[in-house]
Protein backbone atom coordinates (compact mmCIF):
# COMPACT_ATOMS: atom_id res chain seq x y z
CA UNK A 1 0.00 0.00 0.00
CA UNK A 2 1.46 3.26 -0.96
CA UNK A 3 1.74 5.54 1.73
CA UNK A 4 -1.14 8.69 2.05
CA UNK A 5 -1.06 12.21 1.77
CA UNK A 6 -1.42 14.03 4.75
CA UNK A 7 -4.76 15.45 2.82
CA UNK A 8 -5.84 12.02 2.74
CA UNK A 9 -5.01 11.02 5.70
CA UNK A 10 -7.33 14.30 6.62
CA UNK A 11 -10.38 13.04 4.42
CA UNK A 12 -10.00 9.46 6.42
CA UNK A 13 -10.46 10.96 9.73
CA UNK A 14 -12.94 13.23 8.60
CA UNK A 15 -15.06 10.09 8.20
CA UNK A 16 -14.91 8.62 11.81
CA UNK A 17 -18.45 9.39 13.46
CA UNK A 18 -17.26 9.03 17.20
CA UNK A 19 -17.24 11.76 19.12
CA UNK A 20 -14.16 13.95 20.35
CA UNK A 21 -14.90 12.50 23.94
CA UNK A 22 -14.30 8.93 22.79
CA UNK A 23 -11.08 9.62 22.03
CA UNK A 24 -9.33 7.18 24.71
CA UNK A 25 -11.54 4.06 23.01
CA UNK A 26 -10.55 5.19 19.67
CA UNK A 27 -7.20 4.71 20.81
CA UNK A 28 -7.54 1.10 22.39
CA UNK A 29 -8.49 -0.35 18.76
CA UNK A 30 -5.59 1.57 17.52
CA UNK A 31 -3.38 -0.50 20.26
CA UNK A 32 -5.10 -3.53 19.63
CA UNK A 33 -4.79 -4.22 16.64
CA UNK A 34 -0.85 -2.24 16.03
CA UNK A 35 0.18 -4.34 19.20
CA UNK A 36 -0.72 -7.67 16.87
CA UNK A 37 1.45 -6.57 14.17
CA UNK A 38 4.63 -5.64 16.26
CA UNK A 39 3.97 -2.02 16.27
CA UNK A 40 4.18 -1.30 19.78
CA UNK A 41 4.58 1.99 19.78
CA UNK A 42 1.17 4.49 20.10
CA UNK A 43 0.83 6.73 17.34
CA UNK A 44 -0.06 9.93 19.50
CA UNK A 45 -0.76 10.48 22.83
CA UNK A 46 -3.12 13.62 22.34
CA UNK A 47 -6.49 14.01 23.66
CA UNK A 48 -7.20 15.43 20.73
CA UNK A 49 -9.29 13.21 18.65
CA UNK A 50 -8.57 14.29 14.66
CA UNK A 51 -4.49 13.95 15.87
CA UNK A 52 -4.92 10.88 17.62
CA UNK A 53 -7.13 9.70 13.63
CA UNK A 54 -4.36 11.16 11.91
CA UNK A 55 -1.17 9.34 13.37
CA UNK A 56 -2.94 5.99 13.45
CA UNK A 57 -3.59 6.12 9.87
CA UNK A 58 -0.38 7.03 8.99
CA UNK A 59 1.28 4.44 11.03
CA UNK A 60 -1.31 1.56 9.66
CA UNK A 61 -0.46 2.89 6.00
CA UNK A 62 3.40 3.13 6.85
CA UNK A 63 3.30 -1.04 8.20
CA UNK A 64 0.64 -2.41 5.79
CA UNK A 65 -2.80 -2.64 8.03
CA UNK A 66 -4.80 -0.24 6.91
CA UNK A 67 -7.67 -1.65 5.73
CA UNK A 68 -7.58 -3.99 8.66
CA UNK A 69 -7.42 -0.62 11.16
CA UNK A 70 -10.55 0.67 9.11
CA UNK A 71 -12.34 -2.19 9.45
CA UNK A 72 -11.99 -2.52 13.42
CA UNK A 73 -12.83 1.15 13.62
CA UNK A 74 -16.34 0.24 11.85
CA UNK A 75 -17.01 -2.72 14.08
CA UNK A 76 -16.45 -0.54 17.19
CA UNK A 77 -19.41 1.60 16.08
CA UNK A 78 -16.80 4.67 15.52
CA UNK A 79 -16.97 5.05 11.67
CA UNK A 80 -19.22 3.99 9.05
CA UNK A 81 -18.86 2.76 5.20
CA UNK A 82 -18.05 6.66 4.49
CA UNK A 83 -14.62 5.42 5.66
CA UNK A 84 -14.55 2.96 2.76
CA UNK A 85 -15.02 5.72 0.22
CA UNK A 86 -12.39 7.37 1.96
CA UNK A 87 -9.99 4.78 1.80
CA UNK A 88 -10.57 3.49 -1.67
CA UNK A 89 -9.36 6.79 -2.89
CA UNK A 90 -6.02 6.14 -1.36
CA UNK A 91 -6.11 2.45 -2.74
CA UNK A 92 -8.75 0.84 -4.70
CA UNK A 93 -7.24 -2.73 -3.66
CA UNK A 94 -7.50 -1.64 0.04
CA UNK A 95 -10.18 -3.73 1.33
CA UNK A 96 -9.33 -7.65 0.55
CA UNK A 97 -11.37 -8.37 3.67
CA UNK A 98 -14.47 -7.99 1.71
CA UNK A 99 -15.21 -4.08 3.65
CA UNK A 100 -16.87 -3.22 0.13
CA UNK A 101 -19.96 -5.94 1.45
CA UNK A 102 -21.39 -3.20 4.34
CA UNK A 103 -24.50 -2.47 3.22
CA UNK A 104 -25.86 0.50 5.31
CA UNK A 105 -23.88 2.58 8.13
CA UNK A 106 -26.52 2.06 10.88
CA UNK A 107 -26.14 -1.87 12.05
CA UNK A 108 -22.06 -2.50 12.71
CA UNK A 109 -20.45 -5.82 13.69
CA UNK A 110 -19.55 -5.84 17.33
CA UNK A 111 -18.03 -8.18 19.79
CA UNK A 112 -20.60 -10.59 20.80
CA UNK A 113 -19.18 -11.43 24.24
CA UNK A 114 -18.89 -7.30 25.09
CA UNK A 115 -22.59 -6.79 23.87
CA UNK A 116 -24.08 -9.67 25.84
CA UNK A 117 -22.44 -8.44 29.09
CA UNK A 118 -23.61 -4.77 28.32
CA UNK A 119 -27.09 -6.18 27.85
CA UNK A 120 -26.74 -8.17 30.43
CA UNK A 121 -25.57 -4.92 33.26
CA UNK A 122 -28.47 -2.67 31.59
CA UNK A 123 -31.25 -5.19 32.55
CA UNK A 124 -30.56 -4.70 36.16
CA UNK A 125 -30.48 -0.59 36.36
CA UNK A 126 -33.69 -0.77 34.21
CA UNK A 127 -36.99 -0.16 36.89
CA UNK A 128 -40.45 -0.74 36.28
CA UNK A 129 -43.05 1.90 37.38
CA UNK A 130 -45.88 1.54 39.23
CA UNK A 131 -49.07 3.76 40.64
CA UNK A 132 -51.57 2.53 42.87
CA UNK A 133 -50.57 -0.91 41.79
CA UNK A 134 -50.71 -0.48 38.52
CA UNK A 135 -47.56 -0.38 35.99
CA UNK A 136 -47.50 3.24 34.92
CA UNK A 137 -43.89 3.46 32.88
CA UNK A 138 -40.59 3.04 32.51
CA UNK A 139 -37.44 4.13 34.49
CA UNK A 140 -33.17 3.65 34.45
CA UNK A 141 -31.04 4.08 37.26
CA UNK A 142 -28.77 7.12 36.56
CA UNK A 143 -26.61 7.47 39.96
CA UNK A 144 -26.63 5.12 42.54
CA UNK A 145 -29.52 6.58 44.36
CA UNK A 146 -31.57 8.00 41.55
CA UNK A 147 -33.94 6.57 38.57
CA UNK A 148 -34.77 8.84 35.55
CA UNK A 149 -38.05 8.56 33.69
CA UNK A 150 -40.28 10.87 32.13
CA UNK A 151 -42.26 13.64 34.10
CA UNK A 152 -45.79 12.37 32.69
CA UNK A 153 -45.13 9.14 33.88
CA UNK A 154 -45.56 10.18 37.24
CA UNK A 155 -47.77 12.82 36.56
CA UNK A 156 -50.40 11.99 39.15
CA UNK A 157 -48.06 12.21 41.57
CA UNK A 158 -47.12 15.60 40.97
CA UNK A 159 -47.97 19.30 41.85
CA UNK A 160 -47.49 21.84 39.92
CA UNK A 161 -46.96 25.82 40.01
CA UNK A 162 -47.91 28.82 38.56
CA UNK A 163 -44.14 29.06 37.33
CA UNK A 164 -44.39 25.29 36.08
CA UNK A 165 -42.32 24.07 39.17
CA UNK A 166 -42.91 20.47 39.69
CA UNK A 167 -43.44 19.12 43.37
CA UNK A 168 -44.40 16.06 44.64
CA UNK A 169 -48.12 15.79 45.80
CA UNK A 170 -48.92 15.50 49.66
CA UNK A 171 -49.27 11.69 50.63
CA UNK A 172 -47.95 10.19 47.06
CA UNK A 173 -44.74 8.59 48.51
CA UNK A 174 -47.08 5.64 49.31
CA UNK A 175 -48.99 5.44 45.88
CA UNK A 176 -45.30 5.25 44.12
CA UNK A 177 -43.47 2.13 43.60
CA UNK A 178 -39.80 1.31 41.71
CA UNK A 179 -39.00 -2.24 41.03
CA UNK A 180 -36.08 -3.44 39.46
CA UNK A 181 -35.05 -7.40 37.69
CA UNK A 182 -38.54 -7.75 36.54
CA UNK A 183 -38.23 -10.04 33.83
CA UNK A 184 -38.80 -13.39 32.67
CA UNK A 185 -35.74 -15.66 33.25
CA UNK A 186 -34.06 -19.30 31.38
CA UNK A 187 -36.36 -21.14 32.91
CA UNK A 188 -39.29 -18.83 31.39
CA UNK A 189 -40.35 -17.58 35.37
CA UNK A 190 -41.28 -14.35 35.84
CA UNK A 191 -39.48 -13.15 38.60
CA UNK A 192 -41.16 -10.71 41.82
CA UNK A 193 -38.42 -8.26 41.25
CA UNK A 194 -36.86 -6.29 43.90
CA UNK A 195 -38.76 -3.14 45.12
CA UNK A 196 -36.68 -0.31 45.98
CA UNK A 197 -37.04 2.04 49.09
CA UNK A 198 -38.07 5.04 47.99
CA UNK A 199 -37.00 8.51 49.94
CA UNK A 200 -39.22 10.33 51.45
CA UNK A 201 -38.33 13.23 49.29
CA UNK A 202 -38.15 10.95 46.52
CA UNK A 203 -38.81 13.91 43.60
CA UNK A 204 -35.38 14.94 42.94
CA UNK A 205 -36.02 16.85 40.40
CA UNK A 206 -38.79 17.60 37.83
CA UNK A 207 -39.71 19.08 34.89
CA UNK A 208 -42.71 19.31 32.75
CA UNK A 209 -43.61 18.23 29.17
CA UNK A 210 -44.83 20.87 26.98
CA UNK A 211 -48.56 21.78 26.01
CA UNK A 212 -47.73 19.93 22.76
CA UNK A 213 -46.20 16.79 24.05
CA UNK A 214 -48.99 16.58 26.38
CA UNK A 215 -51.27 16.29 23.42
CA UNK A 216 -49.22 14.39 21.18
CA UNK A 217 -50.00 16.26 18.40
CA UNK A 218 -47.02 16.65 16.56
CA UNK A 219 -43.64 14.73 16.95
CA UNK A 220 -41.27 17.35 15.33
CA UNK A 221 -42.95 20.35 17.07
CA UNK A 222 -39.83 21.33 19.55
CA UNK A 223 -41.28 25.37 20.15
CA UNK A 224 -40.63 26.56 23.69
CA UNK A 225 -37.93 24.06 23.90
CA UNK A 226 -34.50 25.35 24.35
CA UNK A 227 -30.87 24.43 25.37
CA UNK A 228 -30.26 23.97 28.70
CA UNK A 229 -33.49 25.12 30.51
CA UNK A 230 -36.04 22.59 28.48
CA UNK A 231 -38.53 21.73 29.54
CA UNK A 232 -37.11 18.22 29.18
CA UNK A 233 -40.79 16.14 30.35
CA UNK A 234 -38.23 14.55 33.26
CA UNK A 235 -38.38 13.22 36.84
CA UNK A 236 -36.03 12.25 39.19
CA UNK A 237 -36.59 9.83 42.07
CA UNK A 238 -34.71 9.39 44.72
CA UNK A 239 -34.11 6.56 46.50
CA UNK A 240 -33.33 5.76 49.90
CA UNK A 241 -30.48 3.16 48.96
CA UNK A 242 -28.89 2.00 46.31
CA UNK A 243 -30.61 -1.52 44.66
CA UNK A 244 -28.50 -4.60 45.58
CA UNK A 245 -25.84 -5.52 42.60
CA UNK A 246 -26.94 -2.92 39.97
CA UNK A 247 -24.68 -1.11 38.31
CA UNK A 248 -24.66 2.63 37.35
CA UNK A 249 -25.29 3.39 33.59
CA UNK A 250 -23.82 4.95 31.44
CA UNK A 251 -24.58 8.07 29.76
CA UNK A 252 -23.69 10.02 26.28
CA UNK A 253 -24.53 13.21 25.98
CA UNK A 254 -23.15 13.63 22.82
CA UNK A 255 -24.02 10.89 19.81
CA UNK A 256 -23.70 10.46 16.10
CA UNK A 257 -24.97 13.33 14.21
CA UNK A 258 -26.35 10.85 11.74
CA UNK A 259 -28.31 7.75 12.08
CA UNK A 260 -27.10 4.91 14.42
CA UNK A 261 -28.88 1.75 15.74
CA UNK A 262 -30.19 1.84 19.46
CA UNK A 263 -32.22 -0.72 21.69
CA UNK A 264 -34.82 0.18 23.97
CA UNK A 265 -35.28 -2.41 27.54
CA UNK A 266 -38.79 -1.06 28.73
CA UNK A 267 -41.88 -2.14 30.52
CA UNK A 268 -45.02 -1.90 28.09
CA UNK A 269 -48.34 -2.09 29.23
CA UNK A 270 -49.97 -5.69 29.53
CA UNK A 271 -52.65 -8.02 30.63
CA UNK A 272 -51.83 -7.56 33.96
CA UNK A 273 -51.49 -4.33 36.60
CA UNK A 274 -47.77 -4.78 36.94
CA UNK A 275 -47.10 -4.55 33.23
CA UNK A 276 -44.98 -6.66 30.97
CA UNK A 277 -41.85 -7.72 32.13
CA UNK A 278 -38.52 -6.57 30.87
CA UNK A 279 -38.35 -6.58 26.71
CA UNK A 280 -35.65 -5.56 24.58
CA UNK A 281 -36.81 -3.63 21.09
CA UNK A 282 -33.91 -2.43 18.48
CA UNK A 283 -34.13 -0.16 15.88
CA UNK A 284 -32.60 3.42 15.20
CA UNK A 285 -32.29 6.90 16.09
CA UNK A 286 -32.48 8.43 12.69
CA UNK A 287 -33.57 12.53 13.19
CA UNK A 288 -32.39 15.41 15.88
CA UNK A 289 -34.52 17.87 16.13
CA UNK A 290 -33.46 21.39 16.56
CA UNK A 291 -29.66 22.96 17.26
CA UNK A 292 -28.33 21.62 19.36
CA UNK A 293 -30.70 18.92 19.39
CA UNK A 294 -33.53 18.62 22.19
CA UNK A 295 -35.26 15.63 21.01
CA UNK A 296 -34.67 12.71 18.82
CA UNK A 297 -36.41 10.73 16.81
CA UNK A 298 -36.58 6.82 16.46
CA UNK A 299 -38.07 3.82 14.94
CA UNK A 300 -38.37 1.54 17.63
CA UNK A 301 -41.83 -0.37 18.32
CA UNK A 302 -42.94 0.57 22.16
CA UNK A 303 -45.98 0.53 23.64
CA UNK A 304 -47.60 2.53 26.71
CA UNK A 305 -46.07 2.20 30.04
CA UNK A 306 -42.54 2.48 27.87
CA UNK A 307 -42.07 6.11 28.20
CA UNK A 308 -38.87 6.49 30.50
CA UNK A 309 -37.40 3.56 28.95
CA UNK A 310 -33.66 3.93 28.56
CA UNK A 311 -32.19 4.55 24.56
CA UNK A 312 -29.24 2.68 24.15
CA UNK A 313 -26.55 3.25 21.31
CA UNK A 314 -24.77 -0.23 20.69
CA UNK A 315 -22.34 -0.11 23.51
CA UNK A 316 -24.92 0.50 26.06
CA UNK A 317 -24.28 3.97 26.73
CA UNK A 318 -27.79 5.89 27.20
CA UNK A 319 -28.29 8.76 24.55
CA UNK A 320 -31.81 9.24 25.61
CA UNK A 321 -35.05 8.60 27.60
CA UNK A 322 -38.04 7.61 25.24
CA UNK A 323 -40.98 10.21 25.69
CA UNK A 324 -43.83 8.89 23.49
CA UNK A 325 -44.78 9.19 19.97
CA UNK A 326 -47.60 8.31 17.54
CA UNK A 327 -48.16 5.05 15.57
CA UNK A 328 -47.42 4.72 11.98
CA UNK A 329 -44.83 8.43 12.40
CA UNK A 330 -42.29 8.86 14.46
CA UNK A 331 -41.29 7.83 18.72
CA UNK A 332 -39.46 10.35 20.36
CA UNK A 333 -36.76 10.48 23.09
CA UNK A 334 -35.19 13.36 25.50
CA UNK A 335 -31.58 13.83 25.11
CA UNK A 336 -29.47 13.26 28.34
CA UNK A 337 -27.23 15.97 27.15
CA UNK A 338 -29.02 18.91 29.30
CA UNK A 339 -30.24 17.24 32.31
CA UNK A 340 -27.38 14.87 33.04
CA UNK A 341 -25.04 17.94 34.52
CA UNK A 342 -27.50 18.40 37.41
CA UNK A 343 -26.58 14.74 38.72
CA UNK A 344 -23.51 15.38 39.42
CA UNK A 345 -24.34 18.41 41.71
CA UNK A 346 -23.96 17.46 45.74
CA UNK A 347 -27.87 15.92 46.66
CA UNK A 348 -29.18 17.93 49.65
CA UNK A 349 -29.17 16.25 53.49
CA UNK A 350 -30.00 12.77 51.86
CA UNK A 351 -30.59 11.43 55.77
CA UNK A 352 -34.40 10.33 55.80
CA UNK A 353 -35.13 11.23 59.21
CA UNK A 354 -37.71 9.14 61.11
CA UNK A 355 -40.20 11.53 62.82
CA UNK A 356 -41.93 8.63 64.25
CA UNK A 357 -41.43 4.77 65.02
CA UNK A 358 -44.68 2.75 63.76
CA UNK A 359 -43.55 -0.39 64.75
CA UNK A 360 -43.20 -0.22 68.32
CA UNK A 361 -47.21 -0.66 68.57
CA UNK A 362 -46.11 -1.17 73.02
CA UNK A 363 -45.62 2.78 72.54
CA UNK A 364 -47.82 5.15 73.00
CA UNK A 365 -48.54 7.13 71.23
CA UNK A 366 -48.54 5.56 67.51
CA UNK A 367 -46.58 6.20 65.60
CA UNK A 368 -44.13 6.82 68.84
CA UNK A 369 -42.16 10.37 68.28
CA UNK A 370 -38.95 10.23 67.33
CA UNK A 371 -37.23 13.59 68.82
CA UNK A 372 -33.72 14.33 67.70
CA UNK A 373 -30.86 11.67 67.03
CA UNK A 374 -30.24 12.87 63.83
CA UNK A 375 -26.59 12.31 64.48
CA UNK A 376 -27.23 8.54 64.84
CA UNK A 377 -29.92 8.52 62.07
CA UNK A 378 -27.12 10.38 59.64
CA UNK A 379 -24.84 7.44 60.88
CA UNK A 380 -27.51 4.73 60.01
CA UNK A 381 -27.54 6.09 56.92
CA UNK A 382 -23.89 5.98 55.97
CA UNK A 383 -23.72 2.33 57.00
CA UNK A 384 -26.09 1.24 55.12
CA UNK A 385 -24.17 1.56 51.94
CA UNK A 386 -22.70 -2.00 50.99
CA UNK A 387 -19.31 0.24 50.82
CA UNK A 388 -19.59 1.23 54.21
CA UNK A 389 -16.14 1.79 56.02
CA UNK A 390 -15.45 -0.30 58.91
CA UNK A 391 -15.30 2.70 61.13
CA UNK A 392 -19.10 3.56 59.78
CA UNK A 393 -20.57 0.16 60.59
CA UNK A 394 -19.20 0.52 64.06
CA UNK A 395 -21.73 2.20 66.73
CA UNK A 396 -20.74 2.84 69.85
CA UNK A 397 -23.74 4.61 71.83
CA UNK A 398 -23.21 6.13 75.56
CA UNK A 399 -25.61 8.93 77.28
CA UNK A 400 -26.99 9.20 81.17
CA UNK A 401 -30.42 8.95 82.56
CA UNK A 402 -33.14 10.64 80.68
CA UNK A 403 -30.83 10.96 76.84
CA UNK A 404 -32.71 8.20 74.98
CA UNK A 405 -29.94 5.05 75.25
CA UNK A 406 -32.07 2.34 75.76
CA UNK A 407 -34.41 3.55 73.02
CA UNK A 408 -31.68 3.12 70.52
CA UNK A 409 -32.24 -0.45 69.56
CA UNK A 410 -35.75 0.39 68.10
CA UNK A 411 -34.49 3.42 66.76
CA UNK A 412 -31.85 1.26 64.72
CA UNK A 413 -34.35 -1.71 63.46
CA UNK A 414 -36.75 0.48 62.46
CA UNK A 415 -34.53 2.74 60.27
CA UNK A 416 -32.70 -0.26 58.74
CA UNK A 417 -35.72 -2.38 57.92
CA UNK A 418 -37.66 0.62 56.51
CA UNK A 419 -34.68 1.55 54.49
CA UNK A 420 -32.80 -1.40 53.37
CA UNK A 421 -33.21 -5.37 53.72
CA UNK A 422 -30.81 -5.66 56.46
CA UNK A 423 -31.03 -8.21 59.16
CA UNK A 424 -31.38 -6.79 62.66
CA UNK A 425 -31.00 -9.55 65.75
CA UNK A 426 -30.80 -7.43 68.91
CA UNK A 427 -29.39 -8.89 72.57
CA UNK A 428 -30.49 -7.47 76.10
CA UNK A 429 -27.39 -8.60 78.16
CA UNK A 430 -28.30 -6.92 81.37
CA UNK A 431 -28.54 -10.49 82.54
CA UNK A 432 -26.04 -12.45 81.21
CA UNK A 433 -22.65 -10.45 81.90
CA UNK A 434 -21.79 -13.57 83.88
CA UNK A 435 -20.59 -15.46 80.70
CA UNK A 436 -17.11 -16.75 79.78
CA UNK A 437 -15.96 -16.34 76.35
CA UNK A 438 -17.19 -18.92 75.04
CA UNK A 439 -20.86 -19.09 76.55
CA UNK A 440 -21.01 -15.76 75.31
CA UNK A 441 -20.43 -15.95 72.07
CA UNK A 442 -22.80 -19.32 71.71
CA UNK A 443 -25.62 -17.47 72.84
CA UNK A 444 -24.63 -14.47 70.27
CA UNK A 445 -24.44 -17.37 67.68
CA UNK A 446 -27.70 -18.65 68.78
CA UNK A 447 -29.60 -15.97 68.72
CA UNK A 448 -28.00 -15.11 64.83
CA UNK A 449 -29.74 -18.61 63.99
CA UNK A 450 -33.12 -16.89 64.55
CA UNK A 451 -33.16 -13.50 63.87
CA UNK A 452 -36.05 -11.24 64.34
CA UNK A 453 -37.47 -10.69 68.15
CA UNK A 454 -34.96 -9.17 71.14
CA UNK A 455 -33.36 -12.05 73.10
CA UNK A 456 -33.39 -12.34 76.79
CA UNK A 457 -30.64 -14.47 78.20
CA UNK A 458 -32.96 -17.16 79.18
CA UNK A 459 -34.44 -17.43 75.75
CA UNK A 460 -31.05 -18.45 74.64
CA UNK A 461 -29.49 -20.37 77.04
CA UNK A 462 -32.71 -22.71 77.00
CA UNK A 463 -32.17 -24.29 73.75
CA UNK A 464 -28.14 -23.84 73.07
CA UNK A 465 -25.45 -25.81 75.14
CA UNK A 466 -23.15 -24.72 77.51
CA UNK A 467 -19.96 -26.39 76.76
CA UNK A 468 -16.90 -24.66 75.89
CA UNK A 469 -15.84 -25.88 72.61
CA UNK A 470 -13.23 -24.81 70.00
CA UNK A 471 -13.75 -22.48 67.25
CA UNK A 472 -16.58 -20.66 68.84
CA UNK A 473 -15.21 -17.09 68.20
CA UNK A 474 -14.37 -17.71 64.40
CA UNK A 475 -17.93 -19.83 64.18
CA UNK A 476 -19.32 -16.74 65.25
CA UNK A 477 -17.69 -14.56 62.55
CA UNK A 478 -18.93 -17.38 59.97
CA UNK A 479 -22.30 -16.70 61.33
CA UNK A 480 -22.89 -13.48 60.50
CA UNK A 481 -21.61 -14.02 57.07
CA UNK A 482 -24.22 -16.87 56.45
CA UNK A 483 -26.75 -14.72 57.51
CA UNK A 484 -26.34 -12.23 56.15
CA UNK A 485 -25.12 -13.53 52.11
CA UNK A 486 -25.99 -10.58 50.20
CA UNK A 487 -27.76 -8.58 53.23
CA UNK A 488 -26.24 -6.44 56.33
CA UNK A 489 -26.02 -8.05 59.70
CA UNK A 490 -27.11 -5.45 62.28
CA UNK A 491 -25.46 -6.84 65.66
CA UNK A 492 -27.65 -4.83 68.37
CA UNK A 493 -26.06 -5.50 71.86
CA UNK A 494 -26.93 -3.18 75.36
CA UNK A 495 -27.06 -3.83 79.00
CA UNK A 496 -23.15 -2.70 79.40
CA UNK A 497 -24.03 -0.90 82.35
CA UNK A 498 -22.93 2.12 82.77
CA UNK A 499 -19.14 1.62 84.00
CA UNK A 500 -16.06 -0.86 82.04
CA UNK A 501 -15.76 -2.82 85.51
CA UNK A 502 -19.66 -4.67 84.62
CA UNK A 503 -18.20 -6.11 81.70
CA UNK A 504 -16.96 -9.53 82.52
CA UNK A 505 -13.37 -10.63 80.76
CA UNK A 506 -14.83 -12.97 78.35
CA UNK A 507 -17.29 -11.07 77.45
CA UNK A 508 -15.43 -8.18 76.53
CA UNK A 509 -12.73 -10.67 74.56
CA UNK A 510 -15.83 -11.67 72.98
CA UNK A 511 -17.23 -8.02 71.84
CA UNK A 512 -13.19 -7.08 70.75
CA UNK A 513 -13.38 -9.70 68.36
CA UNK A 514 -16.09 -8.50 66.48
CA UNK A 515 -15.08 -4.84 66.71
CA UNK A 516 -11.65 -6.50 64.55
CA UNK A 517 -13.73 -8.56 62.29
CA UNK A 518 -15.40 -5.47 61.44
CA UNK A 519 -11.95 -4.91 58.80
CA UNK A 520 -13.04 -8.26 57.35
CA UNK A 521 -16.42 -8.48 56.95
CA UNK A 522 -18.55 -6.41 54.56
CA UNK A 523 -21.94 -7.48 55.61
CA UNK A 524 -21.51 -6.81 59.33
CA UNK A 525 -22.73 -3.63 61.25
CA UNK A 526 -22.00 -3.85 65.02
CA UNK A 527 -23.72 -1.37 67.82
CA UNK A 528 -22.79 -1.17 71.15
CA UNK A 529 -25.08 0.26 73.39
CA UNK A 530 -23.57 1.72 76.87
CA UNK A 531 -20.36 0.31 75.84
CA UNK A 532 -17.68 1.85 77.89
CA UNK A 533 -14.31 0.90 76.54
CA UNK A 534 -11.84 2.38 74.00
CA UNK A 535 -12.83 0.92 70.73
CA UNK A 536 -10.09 0.26 68.88
CA UNK A 537 -7.53 2.52 66.89
CA UNK A 538 -9.18 3.54 64.05
CA UNK A 539 -12.76 3.70 65.38
CA UNK A 540 -12.73 6.18 67.89
CA UNK A 541 -15.10 8.49 65.35
CA UNK A 542 -17.62 5.00 66.39
CA UNK A 543 -18.57 6.74 69.90
CA UNK A 544 -21.65 9.08 69.96
CA UNK A 545 -22.49 10.59 72.98
CA UNK A 546 -26.20 10.93 73.56
CA UNK A 547 -27.48 14.11 75.07
CA UNK A 548 -30.96 15.36 76.21
CA UNK A 549 -33.42 16.92 73.81
CA UNK A 550 -32.54 20.64 72.57
CA UNK A 551 -35.05 23.15 71.99
CA UNK A 552 -33.81 22.84 68.38
CA UNK A 553 -34.48 19.14 68.39
CA UNK A 554 -37.94 19.35 69.72
CA UNK A 555 -39.11 21.98 67.24
CA UNK A 556 -37.27 20.06 64.21
CA UNK A 557 -39.80 17.69 64.82
CA UNK A 558 -42.72 19.89 63.72
CA UNK A 559 -40.68 21.25 60.45
CA UNK A 560 -40.90 19.51 57.06
CA UNK A 561 -37.57 17.39 55.76
CA UNK A 562 -35.10 19.27 54.12
CA UNK A 563 -35.88 22.78 56.30
CA UNK A 564 -34.82 24.18 59.77
CA UNK A 565 -37.36 25.01 62.04
CA UNK A 566 -39.09 28.53 62.49
CA UNK A 567 -37.12 30.74 64.62
CA UNK A 568 -39.79 31.82 66.89
CA UNK A 569 -41.27 28.19 67.22
CA UNK A 570 -37.19 27.21 68.74
CA UNK A 571 -37.58 30.78 70.86
CA UNK A 572 -40.87 29.32 72.76
CA UNK A 573 -39.77 25.60 72.99
CA UNK A 574 -37.15 26.72 76.55
CA UNK A 575 -40.17 28.41 78.50
CA UNK A 576 -41.88 25.25 78.35
CA UNK A 577 -39.49 22.75 78.99
CA UNK A 578 -38.69 24.96 82.36
CA UNK A 579 -42.28 24.37 83.03
CA UNK A 580 -41.72 21.09 82.48
CA UNK A 581 -38.97 20.94 84.83
CA UNK A 582 -40.52 22.63 87.30
CA UNK A 583 -42.70 20.11 87.28
CA UNK A 584 -39.68 17.42 87.94
CA UNK A 585 -39.60 16.13 84.26
CA UNK A 586 -36.29 16.13 82.47
CA UNK A 587 -34.78 15.15 79.72
CA UNK A 588 -37.56 12.71 76.82
CA UNK A 589 -39.56 12.76 79.33
CA UNK A 590 -40.29 16.23 79.56
CA UNK A 591 -39.49 16.48 75.77
CA UNK A 592 -42.62 14.58 74.59
CA UNK A 593 -44.31 16.33 77.25
CA UNK A 594 -43.27 19.97 75.58
CA UNK A 595 -44.15 18.02 72.26
CA UNK A 596 -47.91 17.12 72.99
CA UNK A 597 -47.97 20.87 74.08
CA UNK A 598 -47.02 22.05 71.06
CA UNK A 599 -49.30 19.61 68.88
CA UNK A 600 -52.32 20.89 70.40
CA UNK A 601 -51.39 24.11 69.42
CA UNK A 602 -50.75 23.19 65.76
CA UNK A 603 -53.79 21.02 65.58
CA UNK A 604 -55.69 24.10 66.66
Known amino acids: MTAATSLSLSALADTVTAPATDWIVVERVWERVSRARGVHMPPQTSPN ?3 LLIGAFAAAGEH ?5 FAFELIKAGLAGPSLVTALRAIDENAGGFQLQALQNGVRHAVNPMMYAEGLLRACDYVCRIDIRGVQAGTGVLVRPTVVATMAHVVWPLLTQAPDGTLAAAPDSLRHLVVTFRDYVDRAATRLAGETAPLHPDWLLHGSPPTEAERLRADVRDIAGIAAPAGPWDLALIRLAAPPKGAAQAELMGSPPAGPFEVSLLHH ?14 DGRLDEQLGTPPVRYLHDVNTLGGS ?9 WRIVALHQGGVTGVRNRAVPVRDWSP ?3 RPLPDGVPYLRGLERSTDLAPTPYPVIGRRVTQQRLWRALRPDAAPAERLFVVRGGPGTGKRFTKRLVREFVEKYS ?4 VTLDLANALAQDADGFARWVTGALSAPG ?5 DDVLTTAPREIRDGVLPGLARRVSEVGGDRAVWLVLEGFGGAALDVPPGVKDVVVNLMGRLRDNPSQRLVLVGWDERPPEGFEAAIEELASPTAYDIAAHFTPAGSAPADALVTAVPSLLALQQAQGLTGYPAAHAVLRMLAAGVAA
Not at 64 to 68: K, N, R
Not at 421 to 424: A, E, F, I, L, Y
Not at 453 to 457: A, F
Open 49 to 51: LRD
Open 64 to 68: GFLDV
Open 268 to 281: PHGPHERGEPLLLS
Open 307 to 315: SGAPVFDQR
Open 342 to 344: MLD
Open 421 to 424: DGVV
Open 453 to 457: PTLTH
